[in-house]
T-cell receptor
Framework: DVKVTQSSRYLVKRTGEKVFLECVQD?????MFWYRQDPGLGLRLIYF???????EKGDIPEGYSVSREKKERFSLILESASTNQTSMYLC?????????????FGAGTRLSVL | KNQVEQSPQSLIILEGKNCTLQ??????????LRWYKQDTGRGPVSLTI?????NTKSNGRYTATLDADTKQSSLHITASQLSDSASYIC??????????FGTGTRLKVLA
């Protein structure tokens, strides 16, 4: 079974703190994604990576950065957390094989910024 | 503008009944159409993926249909169970990396 593991289920941080959200997948997938999910909105893509050290901005990259030093690990960084970054953060991975790769999601990290 | 719209926003049904969820999409260029199930507090789980040439696909009691002409998809759930209570998300895929998510239909199955 594919497993996508997010390091924290719940996180509480203060405004201005630097926050790291970690994601690890165990299926040697090329693609990894970071989304945020807010009530009444669909999942919105923050960043994705299609290879080690490669990254592309998604729809809402402002205030975020990412790091992918190893194929299995994709980190989301909030440089200076703000209250409007309070959200559910979901990591996903997929394979290019077959062209219609299934996205596998982690359980999510619910981040509260106070 | 790429977008995916789902209806209804929420739905309550009795256990054992069938239901159908709707999805209208505007995605270009279109690659495929996906349905996910998301339990409360969990990440989405893939149910079906349909390409342009497929018009129906089943996964157990879940059957998805796709009409590429009208750009509509539906997810039919047969003989619902309490464990079907979840949000169901329709996703249009454009190219290899672009996923356009709907806001979901929240389904509640009552005993």
């Amino acid at each position: 079974d594919v497993k996508v593991t997010q390091s924290s289920r719940y996180l509480v941080k203060r405004t201005g703190e630097k926050v790291f959200l970690e994601c690890v997948q165990d299926m040697d997938h090329e693609n990894m994604f970071w989304y945020r999910q807010d009530p009444g909105l669909g999942l919105r893509l923050i960043y994705f990576s299609y290879d080690v050290k490669m990254k592309e901005k998604g729809d809402i990259p402002e205030g975020y950065s990412v790091s992918r030093e190893k194929k299995e690990r994709f980190s989301l960084i909030l440089e200076s957390a703000s209250t409007n970054q309070t959200s559910m953060y979901l990591c996903a991975s997929s394979s290019l094989a077959g062209g219609v790769g299934i996205q596998y999601f982690g359980a999510g990290t619910r981040l509260s910024v106070l | 503008k790429n977008q995916v719209e789902q209806s209804p926003q929420s739905l309550i049904i009795l256990e054992g009944k069938n239901c159908t969820l709707q999805c209208n999409y505007t995605v270009s260029p279109f690659s495929n159409l996906r349905w996910y199930k998301q339990d409360t507090g969990r990440g989405p789980v893939s149910l079906t993926i349909m390409t342009f040439s497929e018009n129906t696909k089943s996964n157990g009691r879940y059957t998805a249909t796709l009409d590429a002409d009208t750009k509509q998809s539906s997810l039919h759930i047969t003989a619902s169970q309490l464990s079907d209570s979840a949000s169901y998300i329709c996703v249009g895929t454009s190219g290899t990396y672009k996923y356009i998510f709907g806001t979901g239909t929240r389904l509640k199955v009552l005993a």
